[in-house]
């Protein structure tokens, strides 16, 4: 199967704008850095999670599901984007978070309310447990005579990542246009989906960008071995001969601090840097620290003063509202 052959219903903004950052590259004094604007994707407040949805929701349809159940933090992007998806479709949306429900409801909670989500709230760290509920709903449901479709966290498989291997061709093809060669893309992963295309794109494509993602919470193991599971998932979806290597796929979870969702000092500088040179705002659980990496880096000179480094903005910034209390010193 080739990528235009996928099930596809249109939600996003596309192509999304790839930016110089020239106040941005000067305040760090090297390497040239572009922003691709994925917080610009348009739904609901943008973010990445537009792009595979695009898939994931085409496949839905396709299937006649009438429901979508998917699985988040509290905070989480994805949920908020697939709830606002689902009823641009004319679906429901169930999510399924994990966490603390707080006593009022901020940020993507409270625009999960506002789409008409129904917003369960499970008291677990452990994903396990969160399928669990997952799979018990989805079979009630069956039961009901409802039709529903599971998205897993972050829309992380192989449909969804597709997605990014189109969005990686999408940015070659502006670089070309402006004369632009690429040499790394940094950005925030966690599921691994947003990793896997660009990666899977960036190779197919031979163009020598190095992929480089940034941990915002997992450790860089679990975030490899994510990214090497869609990406062979994916290979064997577009029929490819080809495979990737593990030693080939960059991952650093040297940013992470205490844990996900909790801002580091550095993610909360990198937040106000980007935003006062550039207009830009990143957001406190996955841009701001994937911008510290970024950062960390260019300090540690492992990106270079003569590269031309394009930071993928993924979205995230409903969540600033939900960090107030963080962001509003400094
Ligand atoms: C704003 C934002 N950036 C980055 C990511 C990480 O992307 P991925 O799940 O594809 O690794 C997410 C995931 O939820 C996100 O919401």
């Not at 106040?23 to 943008?46: N, Q, V």
């Not at 999670?49 to 006649?64: I, N, T």
């Not at 479709?89 to 999960?112: K, R, T």
């Not at 040179?277 to 880096?297: Q, S």
């Amino acid at each position: 199967m080739q990528l235009g052959d996928l099930p596809r219903v249109r939600l996003a903004h596309l192509p999304t704008p790839l930016e110089f950052a020239p106040r941005l590259s000067e305040y760090l004094g090297a390497p040239k850095i572009w922003i691709k604007r994925d917080d610009l994707t348009g739904l609901a407040f943008g973010g990445n999670k537009a792009r595979k949805l695009e898939f994931l929701l085409g496949q839905a349809r396709g299937e006649g599901c009438d429901v979508i159940i998917t699985v988040g933090a509290v905070q989480s992007n994805h949920a908020r984007m697939t709830a606002a998806a689902a009823r641009k479709l004319g679906l429901e949306a169930i999510v399924v978070l994990n966490g603390d429900l707080p006593d009022h409801a901020q940020g993507n909670l409270l625009l999960d309310r506002i789409f008409g989500a129904e917003v369960r709230v499970i008291q677990t760290d452990d994903d396990y447990v969160l399928m669990g509920v997952v799979d018990d709903l989805a079979r009630q449901l069956r039961r009901d005579g409802r039709k529903p479709y599971v998205i897993p966290r972050g829309g992380g498989n192989a449909v969804g990542a597709a997605a990014y291997v189109e969005a990686a061709l999408e940015l070659l093809s502006q670089a070309n246009a402006a004369g632009l060669r690429v040499d790394a893309i940094v950005h925030a992963s966690t599921s691994g989906g947003t990793q896997s295309g660009l990666y899977t794109g960036t190779k197919l494509t031979q163009s020598g960008a190095q992929v480089i993602g940034i941990s915002a919470g997992p450790r860089r193991e679990v975030v490899v071995t994510r990214v090497l599971g869609i990406v062979e998932e994916l290979a064997a979806m577009l029929s490819l001969e080809w495979r990737p290597h593990p030693d080939d796929l960059i991952v650093y979870d040297d940013y992470v601090g205490e844990r996900y969702g909790m801002p580091t000092k550095e993610c909360l500088d990198a937040i106000r840097i980007v935003a006062r040179t550039e207009g830009i705002l990143l957001d406190p659980v996955y841009t701001g620290k994937g911008m510290a990496g970024l950062m960390g880096l260019i300090a540690q000179e492992r990106l270079r003063s003569d590269q031309n480094v394009v930071f993928w903005h993924t979205g995230g910034q409903p969540a600033v509202f939900a960090y107030a209390a963080a962001l509003q010193e400094g």
